[in-house]
T-cell receptor, first 113, second 116 residues
Framework: SQQGEEDPQALSIQEGENATMNCSYK?????LQWYRQNSGRGLVHLIL???NEREKHSGRLRVTLDTSKKSSSLLITASRAADTASYFC?????????????WGLGTSLAVNP | DAGVTQSPTHLIKTRGQQVTLRCSPK?????VSWYQQALGQGPQFIFQ???????QRGNFPDRFSGHQFPNYSSELNVNALLLGDSALYLC???????????????FGAGSRLTVL
């Protein structure tokens, strides 16, 4: 089942611009993760933010989490052509040994040189 | 340090056939999850294996089955293939539920299945 809904579905920007993607979810979560997928390949973990955190940085990535609105955003600053990929959010639920992640549909990002 | 390896990378089958996909987890990981990803969609959770048992299952029919071996590697079997089974099948490994950390997944490159 899909829980996260990324917004926008597709985003096209110029190199050097910032890219912002949003993710909304429905249930109580333990953490929220962002993954990146290059065309037709496996997903790569980018960053994890826990439910008690509001903001986290990793290099050019900035993630925010608003649990009251059940939403998260991923900001990529100073984008590069190599950032072209699909970006997915995944939520980890609070359910004991339930370690299943629930995925959104993804945002397709195109960074034009 | 080897990551997650999957085989085969591509395969073509016809309707009604059976397929077996294989996955070796990242060194140190003991849990394997399988996902189906249709073109333009997000990953759909099929099931997760830990300690050689299926621990969780997504909304997939019994035609989808799996196995985990003592060395933590895993297989995904799909019987009676349908055209709609055409997809990228992703294997992801992680630390098991006894780990105190969050469930961060390491993915393989996937097996692209085409059913004709």
């Amino acid at each position: 089942s899909q829980q996260g809904e990324e917004d926008p579905q597709a985003l096209s920007i110029q190199e050097g611009e910032n890219a912002t993607m949003n993710c909304s979810y429905k249930t109580s979560i333990n953490n929220l993760q962002w993954y990146r997928q290059n065309s037709g390949r496996g997903l790569v973990h980018l960053i994890l933010i826990r439910s008690n955190e509001r903001e986290k940085h990793s290099g050019r990535l900035r993630v925010t989490l608003d649990t009251s609105k059940k939403s998260s955003s991923l900001l990529i600053t100073a984008s590069r052509a190599a950032d072209t990929a699909s970006y997915f959010c995944a939520t980890g639920e609070n359910a004991g040994n339930n370690r299943k992640l629930i995925w959104g549909l993804g945002t397709s990002l195109a960074v034009n040189p | 340090d080897a990551g997650v390896t999957q085989s085969p990378t591509h395969l073509i089958k016809t309707r009604g056939q059976q397929v077996t996909l294989r996955c070796s987890p990242k060194s140190g990981h003991d849990t394997v999850s399988w996902y189906q990803q249709a073109l333009g969609q997000g990953p759909q959770f099929i099931f997760q294996y830990y300690e050689e048992e299926e621990r969780q299952r997504g909304n997939f029919p019994d035609r989808f089955s799996g196995h985990q071996f003592p060395n933590y590697s895993s297989e995904l079997n799909v019987n009676a293939l349908l055209l709609g089974d055409s997809a990228l099948y992703l294997c992801a490994s992680s630390l098991g539920p006894k780990s105190s950390g969050a469930n961060v997944l390491t993915f393989g490159a996937g097996s692209r299945l085409t059913v004709l």
